[in-house]
Nanobody, 127 residues
Framework: QVQLVESGGGLVQDGGSLRLSCAAS????????VGWFRQAPENQREFAAA????????QYSDSVKGRFTISRDNAKNTVYLQMNSLKPEDTANYYC????????????????????WGQGTQVTVSS
């Protein structure tokens, strides 16, 4: 079992920045790929960013590419999502998710590929 806890959400103005953290309670954190997903009310949970188990590669949705950066510190069992130039349409509950990776390239974008999920942290961007 992998437990994930998100933090860092809050209220920010249009154009502002936030850094989200995802802390994992697993001894072999470096064997898990991690993704960030977001869900606004009445919307489906959508992919935002993903990172390979070593942090050697990343992937972003078109809607956040160039503004968000995913990174990880395996020594701290933590994945981050740096969010810059935030827009009101970024308002959502943000979830981190993890899945065991058998290689250094696995980095799924589909929520169905992830086995473990955090409880979410709310990000609200005011106009």
């Amino acid at each position: 079992q992998v437990q994930l806890v998100e933090s860092g959400g809050g209220l920010v103005q249009d154009g502002g920045s936030l850094r989200l953290s995802c802390a994992a309670s697993v001894a072999t954190f470096s064997t898990y790929a991690v993704g960030w997903f977001r869900q606004a009310p009445e919307n489906q949970r959508e992919f935002a960013a993903a990172i390979t188990r070593t942090g050697g590669n990343t992937q972003y949705s078109d809607s956040v590419k160039g503004r968000f950066t995913i990174s990880r510190d395996n020594a701290k069992n933590t994945v981050y999502l740096q969010m810059n130039s935030l827009k009101p349409e970024d308002t959502a509950n943000y979830y981190c998710a993890a899945v065991y990776a058998r290689n250094d390239f696995y980095m799924p974008m589909s929520r169905t590929e992830y086995d473990y999920w955090g409880q979410g942290t709310q990000v609200t961007v005011s106009s």
